[in-house]
């Protein structure tokens, strides 16, 4: 609240709520929790919600979070010019990731069918958890699902590098003369 407390929002404003998935392939229910708002023509709202998600991803390591808007992917949209080729809005769904205060992008190699086409959300899971388990032991990488440092930049542009200061930067303030009857 301390972080939201000072931001005004356009439309609605932002907030979590729990809900339980099913996860039909092991017969179990997983909890979760769903978040939608309607920002309008505040693109400013998105982008000081990802900062939020980030801040949470930070405070709960094991939160894996997604976040989308109507366009689709809108992280990958603003880092395009630093994700492979193969990542595309037809590609990309159930891949891009909040971890850990870091973007995660699920690499093809990380996959048991290995294709290029849409990953279902119990796989894109379990390669966020238990990358190790999946990457060929070949790997340099820790983190193998880790985007690269200009897609992290790019991200960090939009949020970590601007709020919560802007917060007070998007403030207006305008004198208003009013009749004494109103006073």
Known sequence: ERETSHYIWFLEHFQLLPVIKLDSAKNRLIPSLRGCTSVGENIEDEW????????????FPNASIQVRDN????????AADHVDDWLTPDTSKNRVWIRNGKIHIIP????????????????????????SDLASSSSANDTPTLANHHVQNAIA???TNIYPQRIF???????????????
């Not at 998600?53 to 405070?59: G, W």
């Not at 069918?113 to 899971?125: F, T």
């Not at 208003?176 to 109103?182: M, S």
Request: net charge negative; glycine share 2%.
């Open 48 to 59: 000081f919600i990802v900062y939020l998600l980030m801040k949470i991803s930070d405070s």
């Open 71 to 78: 366009d689709g992917e809108f992280l990958l949209i603003e």
């Open 108 to 131: 093809n190699h990380l996959l048991v069918s290995r294709v290029k086409a849409e990953v279902d959300l119990w796989s894109a899971l379990n390669c966020l958890i238990n990358p």
């Open 157 to 159: 542009q939009r949020t």
């Open 169 to 183: 930067a998007l403030d207006h303030y305008s004198l208003c003369i009013l009749p004494c009857w109103v006073a």
